[in-house]
């Protein structure tokens, strides 16, 4: 199912993609001779007018066969034919047209679940951005002169940076004011996990379960979607915040969890695994989740949307310069493994699509 799910996911991608180059295609007059969703050998085709309609038999990928795209043409309709324009508006049809579907499955997403904004709702007392001067209620504008649009932008810079002090621009009461922020680094260390995900509402991780990860520790114990976790040995627990501060002190000791299931308590017996963290970087700040009207939903989605692009090329210079790894990119069948782990996540069908 989720493997399913993350396959009609990259064909959508293509699919959309290829949609764009023929439509462009079509607006600049050029002969199309075939549209082909999927790749191998001919299932099945239709002719309309002069372009072939193909399924094809392996179910990923799609392509647009233009005149005079592969081999030159001397018939005025074909590609190589046209004015330098109005070629690269065919090839530049494709990215823009995922981007356009990009920022409205974004709109639809955050119309449902809200979104995060750079406001800070809370900053840990004696922390890094506490002594910088950061305050509930700032609005962080810039890090070490880059613009952050959103919250992962901020976590991208640290990542990259290796937590090096930094300047930080931001907007308190309408005025900006910049300060030096250095995060502290937390070196590579071991978590101790069930292997279950919870539920959010409103920005807040809950106790309810959301989802339980297949082979998990959980899993084997019975745990299940919808069950809330009341308790863990002798100690109350609320949010999955009381969760993290247990696990931070029990480590790998078996656990008798309490969970309240359809109105009546269960007492489930999990050994935690281990889950070996890289190094990270923590300023000691949580920012602001809201619900917003329809301009700012779309607002921030193209917002969101400009911030992963704006990563891209990013990305290519953190190459160049060795800041990240040629080992970090991946390939089509990444992206498809990539997609499948995140979907496994939801429970239910509709958490499974908000999650894809």
């Known amino acids: 199912m989720n493997f399913l799910l993350a396959i009609l996911a990259f064909n959508f991608i293509v699919i959309i993609h290829e949609t764009g180059h023929f439509i462009a295609a079509r607006l600049a007059n050029i002969k199309i001779l075939e549209f082909s969703l999927f790749i191998g050998p001919k299932i099945f085709s239709v002719q309309k007018g002069e372009t072939t309609y193909s399924l094809r038999l392996f179910p990923i990928l799609a392509y647009v066969k233009m005149e005079g795209e592969e081999e030159r043409s001397d018939s005025e309709r074909a590609f190589n034919k046209k004015p330098l324009f109005a070629r690269f508006a065919v090839i530049a049809a494709g990215p823009l047209s995922n981007l356009f579907v990009a920022i409205l499955v974004l709109a639809v997403v955050f119309s449902i679940t809200g979104y995060t904004t750079t406001s800070l709702v809370y900053v840990e007392e004696g922390s890094p951005a506490y002594n910088a001067s950061l305050r509930e209620g700032d609005k962080i504008i810039k890090y070490d002169g880059k613009r952050v649009y959103q919250p992962m932008d901020l976590v991208q810079f640290l990542y990259v940076y290796k937590g090096s002090p930094a300047k930080v621009e931001v907007i308190r009461d309408g005025k900006r004011f910049e300060t030096m922020v250095e995060p502290l680094k937390m070196e590579k260390q071991e978590k101790y996990l069930f292997g279950f995900n919870v539920m959010q509402e409103s920005g807040v991780l809950t106790n309810v379960v959301d989802a339980v990860l297949p082979g998990s520790p959980a899993e084997k114990a019975g745990l299940m979607p919808g069950d809330k976790v009341i308790m863990l040995n002798d100690t109350s627990i609320y949010k999955k915040e009381d969760i993290d501060r247990f696990m931070s002190t029990n480590k790998g000791n078996t656990v008798k969890m309490t969970v309240l299931r359809n109105g009546s308590e269960l007492m489930l017996e999990i050994t935690p695994y281990v889950q070996v963290i890289g190094e990270q970087y923590y300023l000691g700040i949580d920012f602001e989740f809201k619900k917003g009207t329809l301009p700012e939903v779309i607002k921030h989605s193209i917002i969101y949307a400009y ?35 995140v979907v496994e996540q939801g429970s239910t069908l509709g958490n499974k699509l908000l999650y894809l």
């Open 307 to 341: 911030s992963v692009v704006r990563s891209v090329a990013y990305s290519i210079i953190w190459l160049i310069t060795g800041r990240a790894s040629i080992s970090q990119m991946t390939g089509p069948i990444g992206i498809v493994s990539t997609i499948g782990e």
